[in-house]
């Protein structure tokens, strides 16, 4: 089975197998079985791979115990994340500034992509240079939101959160390529999606978003699992409301 996750890293660090081989003192063609085998090096070399690719060993080459199965609908999910919060911040770097075609974002408010990622001059940037984006938050005011943020514990908090994201996206609403809407959807994951990687952040009742696992899919030409969630993304898209451009 093919190491998709070390690939995956490798391309969004713009890595080559020459690169990396170079970098950790071995013989490419070993960089390429790596990849094409899931063969594991030696752990002191598997640390330094993660450091030149800005991962971690673990994200690599996962323990045995928690190796992801190997049919062909499940090769799909990349890697599973215990929480978002346990995300590495090099990853959401890594896929926001990795993006060349298509960002789409649902969320209620997500507002942590702008305050930790600066997502919004990134936003003002790619568009630019013809990249999409489609932005999905919250309407505050939509019973859904009112009682997610008590299912959570935080009453208020919620909806001043979803205030503060739709602040941040006012600046890049309307600009060609970026669409914001609102919805007032009951939130059963939110969805992070760069091109061909899909981050689906299941919701728990009565946890926070960042306390909820995070799957990991790769977009593949036979796969159902990101035409599946996709299609969910679509149907919110399609009812929600658009957000007023100056």
Do not use: C
């Amino acid at each position: 089975m093919a190491n998709d996750r070390l690939r995956t890293a490798m391309i969004a660090a713009g890595v080559t197998a020459d690169t990396l081989a170079a970098k950790v003192g071995v013989d490419p063609k070993t960089v390429e079985r790596w990849v094409s085998t899931e063969r594991r090096p030696h752990r002191r070399t598997q640390q330094q791979v993660a450091k030149v690719l800005g991962t971690r060993d673990i994200d690599l080459w996962p323990a045995p115990s928690t190796e992801l199965p190997t049919n062909g609908h499940e090769s799909e999910l990349v890697y599973l994340y215990p929480s978002r919060s346990s995300i590495t911040g090099v990853t959401w770097e890594r896929l926001i500034n990795g993006v060349r075609q298509q960002m789409d974002v649902l969320v209620f408010s997500g507002a942590f992509l702008v305050e930790q990622y600066n997502l919004v001059p990134i936003i003002r940037d790619k568009a630019a240079q013809g990249v999409h984006f489609r932005l999905l938050v919250g309407d505050e005011t939509s019973p859904a939101v009112v009682q997610r943020a008590v299912d959570e514990g935080t009453p208020g908090g919620l909806e001043g959160r979803v205030q503060m994201m739709r602040r941040y996206l006012a600046d890049v609403a309307g600009l060609d390529g970026v669409e914001v809407r609102t919805h007032g959807t009951i939130l059963y994951n939110s969805f992070y999606r760069f091109d061909d990687d899909l981050l689906v952040n299941g919701h728990a009742h009565g946890s926070l978003a960042g306390q909820n696992p995070v799957m990991h899919l790769r977009r593949l030409p036979t796969g159902q699992m990101w035409q599946h969630y996709m299609r969910s993304f679509e149907r919110v898209w399609e009812q929600a409301t658009p957000e007023p451009t100056s």
